[in-house]
């Protein structure tokens, strides 16, 4: 937990949800198996109190579910006890997630009096076909319409994205990227498509409707992705979905899931732009590739699968990694020994 921010989730999985999304089985997803009430709150801030570090801003995060879909009165419920904890200094601000098609002038005017500071929406994808063979039940336009409704509210937006759904393929990926990118968010979550448990997607795999995105397909997919968001300086705040007990014991029985996916995905974009600064390399080459400072690494790949790859691709002599806390770009060519 980071000293600068720190987040309390509160799952209200399946709340509001009038859509069942093929790939969604959020009590695996989140671990929680009910919804939380507003007395859950209370308790999420209590028990925090004692562990958050000091000096940080300090988030209740309402995630699962879509929270403005729910009766009014049950988020007034919930919202009424944050509002509560953020009155007494308690918590510095909370943030929820929820559907695009949930929002509205009425919605968000009770989240302001609420205190809302955060808005993330589940845009998925903005592939028209490939939301309804999702079965979410809206369009890219009800993004694009959502996502200006929340940023001239005066909300923080985050979108959150997916790759692999059925019907994707990397180009519409891409697509996507980009149209989230014209929206503008203060943050993008991208979670490569996993197959859970006890959802539609999972039937329609084991009887051959889907094809699987592996870990392999989301790493190729992002790595192209992130490098987009990063130029537009959109940051990419989580890659991949955040393990959990019972998803790691079994309930993701197939797709991208995988505990250290983000840094799988920031090993490859490096690994492409090595790529591109060896191209020109004569064969037998000794070379050595400076890194930023932390990156020695993600550089190196797991298992020194990148030091491979390109010692065998390029027929280098040597491959060597060192960092540099003065570089300016992620990746620089320093020595080149024939």
């Avoid at 009590?27 to 209590?46: H, L």
Wanted: hydrophobic letters at 40%.
């Amino acid at each position: 937990m980071s000293a600068r921010e720190s987040i309390l989730p509160v799952f209200v999985p399946h709340l509001g949800c009038p859509h069942a999304c093929v790939f969604c089985n959020q009590r695996r997803i989140s671990g929680a198996q009910r919804a939380a009430t507003a007395e859950d709150v209370r308790n999420t801030i209590t028990k925090a109190a004692a562990f958050l570090p000091r000096g940080g801003k300090r988030q209740l995060a309402f995630y699962g579910g879509s929270f403005t879909a729910i009766p009014a009165p049950e988020q007034e419920a919930l919202l009424a006890a944050a509002k509560e904890a953020l009155d007494r200094g308690e918590i510095d601000a909370v943030r929820l997630s929820t559907r695009p098609d949930a929002i509205d002038g009425a919605v968000l005017d009770r989240l302001r009096r609420c205190r809302v500071e955060t808005v993330e929406l589940g845009a998925q994808s903005m592939d028209d076909e490939v939301l309804r063979l999702s079965g979410r039940g809206h369009t890219a336009a009800d993004v694009e319409r959502a996502a200006r409704l929340v940023k001239s509210a005066g909300f923080r937006l985050i979108l959150q994205m997916m790759t692999g759904l059925p019907g994707d393929t990397p180009e519409k990926d891409l697509d996507s990227a980009r149209r989230i990118i014209a929206l503008r968010p203060d943050g993008v979550r991208i979670y490569p498509t996993v197959i859970v448990r006890d959802t539609e997607l999972c039937d329609m795999w084991r009887r051959g409707a889907y094809r699987e995105h592996s870990v392999e397909d989301a790493v190729e997919t992002c790595a192209r992705l992130l490098p987009l968001f990063e130029a537009a300086g959109v940051p990419v705040i989580r890659l991949g979905l955040n393990p959990t007990e019972e998803l790691s014991a079994g309930a993701a029985v197939g797709g991208a899931y995988h505990p250290a996916l983000g840094e799988l995905v920031k090993s490859r974009v490096l690994l492409n732009r090595a790529r591109a600064l060896l191209k020109d390399v004569p064969p037998g080459s000794r070379v050595t590739l400076e890194v930023g400072k932390g990156r020695r690494s993600q550089m190196t790949g797991q298992h020194r699968e990148n030091i491979r790859k390109l010692t065998e691709e390029f027929s280098l002599a040597s491959l060597e990694i060192c960092e540099n806390a003065e570089i300016k770009a992620e990746i620089a060519m320093i020595i080149i020994e024939k």
